[in-house]
């Protein structure tokens, strides 16, 4: 038998799958890794964390599914996306990786803008945003000049943990397309961009495709890991680039809705036409010389967790989630905005925060979680509404992530989009995804679409039932307003916390 690992290192957690030739999960495994917060609006975690969580993942998928090393052909990977390794010549890691969701980068994000405004967006096609690689390189070059000044090169977190397997340094192309210092169309490292903020071009490391085979396991992992020197490793991608794959979007006109940390409405985009003018996201896709957009909601999966970890630490996630349905459409007139750590679309807006909208006393629990639950389905709604503007409409969307695990979440997802909404017989996309591209990257398969119609199997479709969907819309009337009318409020909360820290 042949096998492929799919890789997929997220933000909570690193989730590794064993899948055969038919695309059958035959044995997965994960390890949690620590989030630092050490001050508002910082996120931050140790790349040795990410290594370590993956060797032992690695270890526990052997040994649960019995199969032999060498029958593991190919390993790539899926990773969360924009978070800066910076690392010296030595190829030692100098700080803690700066996170995607860390929005310490407000003033580098304005520093760009008025340094190239238009130009930018031309080039990189996206704004300027404070998850962004660039913004964050930039802000250890202004603060942290000494450990700026021994930075020979920077990679992505897929990146670093590939480099740890194989010993070799490169950045793979959709990944690369989130730090915006690449030129999109031309597939290459803007020359332009760097100068204009006086980066070296030497700072970035070589470009590969997602299914370059870059080479195979160092005996030094090989050992660590118990997966054989033979297999050979293949540069992955963006996550959301392995979720849309992992999820079957390989045409236009599809989309997707995932649940993890973050949360994100994408679709595939055939070439560079389409023109969102930095509204959502634009990146390369892990399928070489396509592209794909989305829109992001930072606290997506977070929120949930959140709530759960501050108010029931005890109980299991799903007995936590299920516990909504004893709530109603609306949670008895109770809205939440999930923008707790600040939002990206459609407010690009680092200071915003959450708020629970109508707290009466006749509410409950099982309410504030109906409450979440909607929020962030309120919040990809946004998102389709900009699509809706630029003239995408979809017919249905394909559900990943953690949140994909929860069948009323699902269903409020049909309501509130008023779409079919479908569950794949694994929620684990963007690890099936990176699977896909091993699979792909070794030849099993001619292409991704093939791919997809071996690996990936619909579970189940939500269809809207009519009822919900008229409801949905008078409550998310009222949540389009929370964000106008809550902005200065949170604000200036925001601000007398920030100063309270000092
Ligand atoms: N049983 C469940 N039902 C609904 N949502 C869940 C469940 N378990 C976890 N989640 C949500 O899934 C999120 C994690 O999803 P995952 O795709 O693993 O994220 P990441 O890739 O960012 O680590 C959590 O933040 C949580 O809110
Ligand atoms: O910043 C983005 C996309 O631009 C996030 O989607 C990250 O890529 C993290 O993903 P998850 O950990 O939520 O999967």
């Known amino acids: ?41 910082y996120s931050e975690q140790n790349p040795e964390d990410w290594v370590t969580g993956t060797t032992t993942a690695i270890q526990q998928l052997l040994a649960n599914s019995q199969v032999k090393p060498g029958e593991v052909e190919g390993i790539s990977y899926s990773g969360q996306m924009h978070g800066l390794v910076l690392l010296d010549a030595d190829q030692q890691v100098l700080r803690p990786a700066i996170l995607w969701n860390d929005t310490r980068t407000t003033a580098q994000t304005q520093e760009i803008m008025a340094n190239m405004g238009q130009r930018f967006i031309e080039i990189t096609r996206n704004r300027p945003l404070e998850g962004f690689t660039l913004p964050k390189l930039l802000w250890v070059k202004e603060n942290e000049p000494g450990i700026f000044a021994k930075a020979a090169t920077f990679v992505l977190p897929k990146d670093y943990v590939r480099y740890r397997m194989t010993g070799k340094i490169n950045m793979e192309m959709s990944d690369a397309a989130g730090t915006v210092m690449l030129d999109i169309a031309k597939k290459q490292w803007s020359d332009e961009i760097c100068a204009a903020f006086d980066l070296p071009l030497s700072l970035c490391p070589p470009l590969i495709e997602a299914t370059t085979n870059v080479g195979t396991i160092t005996p030094k992992f090989a050992a660590e890991s118990g997966l054989a020197e033979t297999t050979a490793v293949f540069g992955g991608g963006a996550d959301n680039a392995c979720g849309a794959i992992g999820a079957g979007i390989t045409k236009p006109d599809q989309a997707m809705c995932s649940i993890g940390t973050s949360g994100v409405i994408l679709t595939y985009e055939p070439d560079t036409q389409v023109d969102y003018h930095g509204q959502l996201h634009f990146f390369n896709h892990a399928i070489t010389d396509r592209f794909y957009s989305m829109g992001v909601t930072l606290a997506a999966g977070y929120s949930l967790s959140w709530l759960k970890k501050t108010f029931a630490p005890d109980d299991s996630f799903d007995d936590f989630v299920g ?78 992530g953690g949140g994909a695990k929860s069948p009323l979440w699902l269903q409020i997802q049909a309501d509130i989009f008023n779409k079919d909404i479908v569950r794949l017989e694994s929620e684990q996309g963007p690890g099936m995804g990176a699977a896909m591209i091993a699979a792909v990257g070794l030849g099993w398969f001619a292409n991704f679409d093939e791919c997809v119609d071996k690996f990936i199997a619909i579970k189940t479709i939500y269809h809207p039932i009519a009822a919900n969907v008229a409801r949905y819309s008078e409550f998310y009337k009222v949540y389009q307003q929370v964000y106008g009318q809550t902005k200065d409020l949170t604000a200036q909360l925001l601000a007398l916390e920030e100063a309270d820290q000092k």
């Open 1 to 41: 038998m042949k096998y492929v690992i799919g890789v997929d290192l997220g933000t909570s957690a690193v989730k590794v799958l064993l899948v055969d030739q038919q695309g059958q999960v035959v044995a997965q495994a994960s390890e949690d890794y620590p989030l630092q917060q050490p001050e508002p609006g």
């Open 323 to 400: 516990s909504a349905e004893q709530s109603t459409i609306g949670a008895h007139g109770l809205l939440f905005t999930p923008y707790i750590v600040g939002e990206r679309t459609p407010y690009a807006d680092a200071k915003i925060r959450g708020s629970f909208i109508g707290v009466d006393g006749k509410q409950v629990r099982a309410d504030f979680i109906r409450a979440v639950l909607e929020g962030i389905v309120f919040s990809f709604r946004d998102i389709l509404e900009i699509y809706a503007e630029n003239g995408k409409d979809f017919k249905q969307l394909v559900s990943i």
